[in-house]
């Protein structure tokens, strides 16, 4: 079964600082990787995607790459601001899954002014 | 606007009742997923459903059920055998490769 590991668990930060989050699967026969961005009590937002021939993605100040073959995934957020606090999420598409996501249980990241 | 809509915000039940959570998505993907999020915790997949009339049990089914009798809709009753169903509850769907979440229906046992 493919577990997915995301640390660290929290992080606190002062504004304008780069920061990595990190994400770990066990099993490298994916067929994509998503990070989603998590406010209080609400749904989750896509950020990025990344397909399995995928190295990187980029969007603004957000930038995730993926190393299958390590089971490793970064997610490198620039000159971070108050409005990122929120909890980040890594879900895997397995290969066999019939589509379905394996997330981990998020990084709770604080940007304080 | 397309997108998903989860339906109610917040919902209470008590002890023994079922209750049924509505999810309905006007973004035309075949997919559709139910998710459970307790506090501390990583998603855990409930049912999933890739085509209508059909669908699968994912790593927690027991205690709940599901229908797809329509594309757009895709509805998950709790029902009085699921002993701990206070919890945040997440519809998603997919087309190809990227999932899409609702906002989430809140469930608390009163």
């Known amino acids: 079964k493919q577990e997915v590991t995301q640390i660290p668990a929290a992080l606190s930060v002062p504004e304008g600082e780069n920061l990595v989050l990190n994400c770990s699967f066990t099993d490298s026969a994916i067929y994509n990787l998503q990070w989603f961005r998590q406010d209080p009590g609400k749904g989750l937002t896509s950020l990025l995607l990344?397909?399995?021939?995928?190295r990187e993605q980029t969007s603004g100040r957000l930038n995730a790459s993926l190393d299958k073959s390590s089971g490793r995934s970064t997610l490198y957020i620039a000159a971070s601001q108050p409005g990122d606090s929120a909890t980040y999420l890594c879900?895997?598409?397995?290969?066999?899954?019939?589509?379905?996501?394996?997330f981990g249980k998020g990084t709770s990241l604080l940007v304080t002014p | 606007d397309g997108g998903i809509t989860q339906s109610p915000k917040y919902l209470f039940r008590k002890e023994g009742q079922n209750v049924t959570l509505s999810c309905e998505q006007n973004l035309n993907h075949d997919a559709m997923y139910w998710y459970r999020q307790d506090p501390g915790q990583g998603l855990r997949l409930i049912y999933y459903s890739q085509i209508v009339n059909d669908f699968q049990k994912g790593d927690i089914a027991e205690g709940y059920s599901v229908s797809r009798e329509k594309k757009e809709s895709f509805p998950l009753t709790v029902t009085s055998a699921q002993k701990n169903p206070t919890a945040f509850y997440l519809c998603?769907?997919?087309?190809?490769?990227?999932?899409?979440f609702g906002q989430g229906t809140r469930l608390t046992v009163v």
């Open positions: 879900a895997v598409r397995p290969s066999w899954s019939g589509y379905a996501l394996n």
């Open positions: 990344i397909q399995s021939s995928q």
């Open positions: 998603a769907s997919t087309r190809d490769i990227e999932a899409f």
